[in-house]
């Protein structure tokens, strides 16, 4: 929740918004950073939403915060000696704000996991089920050291699928954006010269004047109703049944769908590797990929395994009865629970599917590039000869 502040401080007035559970953190905050609150209220105007947008705890500070905090644990320092220093080093509002209230937290004597756990938004079971392992077995900048390994490859890898995606999303866009302003606003204006003339008109032409009139006439209705569109397809995929139905399709779809496949089995293999390697149950690791998988397909499919491991089915089994995982991970996973070395085979399996897809990426970018130059070559053609082929009809007539 955010909140708007007033505060002074060496008789300076400042006023900022701060991400807190409540406004009594907000006044231990600033009391603790030397500040007098004057005012605190929730925020309600859209310009202080705005300011916390931009202040708003990112992936890549709660990746940044376990790195460090993995690396003072591991040189010696205590874990409120860590957030005093973490807490001199930050400039973000929200993220200070976290960090003082975690410190607060296990000053009170309350564990590092149970802290954590106010926080489900920005860290997950997965995160919160590893810190509580490595408190139990005392290992707990070890453990940090793994899940921020774990961490920095998730952003690697969506830094890689967003770059790879970057360009043919923007040039999309641009093509639809350029496409409407041309169709609404000039081509009326060219192809009103041609009423004024008693000549036949070719099917494109016709067809592009239709359109265009249409455009021309209804375009905030086509803006609205796009806008309601991308709303309520987006409200649809908060539905359980609208989620599993699109997620199918992406699974179903040439190239792209080859893509998610591969990018939930990195994302499973290498937690699921990092929880056992931590001493977490295999039953406890599915419940937690169950909750962190993205694909609904996927999600039902670990329910099941769920459910086959808790009955006794070994874990490679489990995964043979599924019909949605490649045969290279039952086979691997098989030999990693016969051999005793289940997460350092998942890890490696974890590897081979991440480096599957790079290669996935590759050709996903290497098939659109082409796609998208003939679909925009098709448009502006079509848009040519609709607009060109009149005027040799007219040229025909005056002879």
């Known amino acids: 929740m955010n909140y708007w502040y007033k505060a002074l401080k060496k008789d300076v007035v400042t006023t900022s918004t701060i991400e807190s559970g409540s406004p009594e953190d907000v006044v231990f905050f600033l009391k603790k950073n030397g500040y007098i609150p004057i005012e605190v209220k929730k925020v309600d105007s859209i310009l202080p939403q705005i ?19 993995a690396i003072m644990l591991n040189a010696g320092l205590t874990l409120i000696d860590c957030f005093n ?38 860290f997950p079971g997965l995160y919160v089920s590893l810190v509580k392992s490595g408190e139990a077995s005392g290992k707990l900048s070890e453990i940090l050291l793994k899940l921020a390994e774990n961490l920095e490859k998730q952003r690697e890898f969506q830094a890689k699928i967003k770059s790879a995606l970057a360009y043919p999303v923007i040039v999309v866009i641009g093509m639809l954006g350029v496409m409407f302003v041309m169709i609404t606003f000039v081509v009326p ?3 009103g010269l041609y009423k004024d003339f008693n000549v036949e008109l070719p099917a494109t032409t016709k067809i592009l004047i239709t359109v265009s009139d249409f455009s021309a006439k209804f375009w905030p209705l086509i803006i609205l109703g796009v806008f309601l569109g991308i709303t309520g397809f987006q409200r649809y995929l908060k539905t359980k049944s609208g989620k599993l139905i699109f997620d199918s399709f992406l699974l179903k779809m040439p190239a792209f769908g080859n893509l998610v496949q591969i990018s939930s089995l990195v994302d499973s293999t290498r937690t699921l590797a990092i929880l056992i390697g931590a001493g977490v149950s295999i039953l406890d690791g599915l419940s937690i990929i169950i909750e962190t998988t993205g694909n609904s397909v996927y999600r039902n499919s670990f329910k099941n395994i769920y459910s086959q491991v808790e009955k006794g ?12 995982y490649p045969p290279i991970l039952v086979q691997m996973t098989t ?6 070395k289940l997460d350092d085979t998942l890890l490696r399996i974890s590897h081979y599917f991440e480096m599957e897809s790079e290669i996935a990426v590759k050709s996903l970018t290497t098939l659109i590039e082409p796609a998208i130059l003939v679909v925009l070559g098709v448009g502006v053609g079509f848009l040519v000869i609709s607009v060109i082929t009149p005027i040799y009809n007219l040229t025909s007539a005056f002879k």
């Open 51 to 69: 300011e916390a947008l931009f202040n708003k705890i990112t992936f890549t500070d709660v990746v940044d915060f376990t790195r460090q905090l």
């Open 85 to 122: 220093i973490l807490e001199k080093q930050t400039k973000k509002p929200g993220l200070l704000a976290l960090i003082q209230d975690l410190n607060k937290q296990v000053m009170s004597g309350n564990t590092f996991s149970s802290a954590l756990q106010k926080y489900p938004n920005y």
């Open 189 to 191: 204006k060219l192809l």
């Open 313 to 324: 089915f070994s874990l490679g089994t489990s995964l043979g009865n599924e019909n949605i």
């Open 335 to 340: 030999v990693g629970e016969q051999t005793g």
